[in-house]
């Protein structure tokens, strides 16, 4: 599966962007999806996971309540609507995807990344 990843950019604190990953290439509702970060000279970190339907989801402590994941397996998108962002969000932001019905929370789950999507967030 091809992943595409958009929606990123630079927004003062407090403000809200809306993340996009558009999948290809293979049945999107085959595939467990989740949202990681990496901020400059930091490891990868998980942000965000959702099953296949969508009925299931689970958050970094760090976002709970002010990020939400969702997905549209008609649209073969996922997306990551994130409010009250705070500069510490500031990171490169991927989408990935698991080929399981069930969510994963670590890097080497995901077998499939997007091309990561920039969000800055200024104080």
């Known amino acids: 599966v091809q992943l595409q990843a958009s929606g990123g950019g630079l927004v003062q604190a407090g403000g809200s962007l809306r993340l996009s990953c558009a999948a290809s290439g293979r049945t999107f509702s085959d595939y467990a999806m989740g949202w990681f970060r990496q901020a400059a000279g930091k490891e990868r970190v998980f942000v965000a996971a959702i099953s296949w339907s969508g009925g299931y989801t689970t958050y970094a402590d760090s976002v709970r309540g002010r990020f939400t994941i969702s997905r549209d397996n008609a649209k073969n998108t996922v997306y990551l609507q994130m409010n009250s962002l705070k500069p510490e969000d500031t990171a490169v932001y991927y989408c990935?995807?698991?080929?399981?019905?069930?969510?994963?929370?670590?890097?080497?789950?995901?077998?499939?990344w997007g091309q990561g999507t920039q969000v800055t967030v200024s104080s």
């Open positions: 990935a995807a698991r080929a399981d019905l069930r969510v994963g929370l670590s890097r080497n789950e995901y077998a499939y």
